[in-house]
Nanobody, 116 residues
Framework: QVQFVESGGGLVQPGGSLRLSCAAS????????MGWYRQAPGKQRELVAA???????NYADSVKGRFTISRDNAKNSVYLQMKSLKPEDTAVYYC??????????WGQGTQVTVSS
């Protein structure tokens, strides 16, 4: 039912910026907390940022102060503005509900590569 399509990733130099977008299907998006997850090669998927339907936000310590999550319910979209990117931020980034809802499948994600 609910689908997520991530976009905006790419190759960026350390210290650079990227803005990720997530387009979701279904009106249920309006009432759920959404988050951005990432998975680096050989590592577990981790939650890096979350935003509630009331737009309360939370961030992993590793990205706090550098990443900003936002949402536009009218567009069924969630965004992740990333700045001061570090090589450690290299990962595939996914959007999904927080906490996970098994009704909501993972999308393909979008690759972010931070390299000099």
């Amino acid at each position: 039912q609910v689908q997520f399509v991530e976009s905006g990733g790419g190759l960026v130099q350390p210290g650079g910026s990227l803005r990720l977008s997530c387009a979701a299907s279904g009106t249920i998006f309006r009432i759920i907390t959404m988050g951005w997850y990432r998975q680096a090669p050989g590592k577990q998927r981790e939650l890096v940022a979350a935003i509630s339907n009331g737009e309360s936000t939370n961030y992993a310590d590793s990205v706090k102060g550098r990443f900003t999550i936002s949402r536009d319910n009218a567009k069924n979209s969630v965004y992740l503005q990333m700045k001061s990117l570090k090589p450690e931020d290299t990962a595939v980034y996914y959007c999904n509900s927080v906490p996970r809802d098994l009704r909501f499948n993972w999308g393909q994600g979008t690759q972010v590569t931070v390299s000099s």
